[in-house]
């Protein structure tokens, strides 16, 4: 297993990483979340070779990296600048970089600021707004069923976001979008931690998971799209609550490239982690030219 390091980037600010493979090229790899630990990322390291380096790094707050002390400092645009620090810190020449789920949030941006540090772009079972996020929500309630919105309105009326049931009950109405076809719980999502300062000061402050209230609230990187120059490749469950942003994603982003995997939702990477990794494997080989 490869050894988590640490990497300082200036300002008192350090971030934990896991790096296997060599290089030139170097497959960047943001986990989503927001908060949550690359750990449920850890099969993206099979990918690593003697000419592609994987790098695996917990964001701003997540595990023991660097945590700012105020909410409104957990921002997509304060997060894409931690990327290019974390860029120069180790050297990367060659960046191929991978968001998943709200870390394509952060690629997003990360395109739109620093086009000319990117190689390429991997936007994996994400989305392009805050919009598409409650988007989502509202898909989830709509195939929820009447006995399951009923209690979930008596709770989000009682504001009873902390309790177990609340949670319990959203976990199931959002299941079918995110972990429709999980059969128990693998090793490395077991192994992932959420952490809820980052994850309720960008998505949801009061805790109820279908509003986006959070820093992320006003964040749309479908602006983005029609500047994106380097090659991308779009990868989404077919379940995936966000298979709708993706298509668009592809269809604005000339130099996109989409692959929908039939077997899989949001954690398609846990769910068809073969076909995962070997479009991703693909991808790389030949924007890197193997």
Known sequence: ???????????GRSFEYVSQGKGPATLLVHPGGP?????????????ANANLRVVLFHPRGVGHSW?????????????????????????????????????GFVALEYAHRYERRLTSLLLCATAGSAE????????????????????????????????????????RIYRPFQTRFLRGTPPDWKATKLSQTVYHAMLTRTGDEFVVDGTLAHWDGRKYYSKIEVPTLVVVGRYDFFLEPSMEMNDRIEPAHLRV??????LAILEQPREFLGTVREFLLDVTGG
Not at 1 to 11: E, Q, Y
């Open 261 to 266: 995997l039939p077997r899989s939702s949001h």
């Open 35 to 47: 908060g949550l630990s690359y750990h449920y990322l850890r099969a993206f390291l099979k990918l």
């Open 67 to 103: 945590a700012p002390k105020r909410p409104g400092e957990y921002t997509v645009e304060a997060m894409a600048e931690d990327v290019d620090a974390i860029r120069r810190a180790l050297k990367i020449e060659e960046l191929h970089l991978l968001g998943y789920s709200a870390g």
């Open 1 to 11: 297993m490869a050894r988590l390091r640490r990497v300082s980037v200036g300002g």
């Open 132 to 171: 598409e996020v409650r988007q989502a929500g509202r898909m989830a309630l709509g195939a929820a069923s009447p006995s399951q919105r009923l209690r979930l309105r008596a709770l989000t009326r009682a504001h009873a976001f902390g309790g177990s049931e609340y949670q319990t009950l959203s976990e």
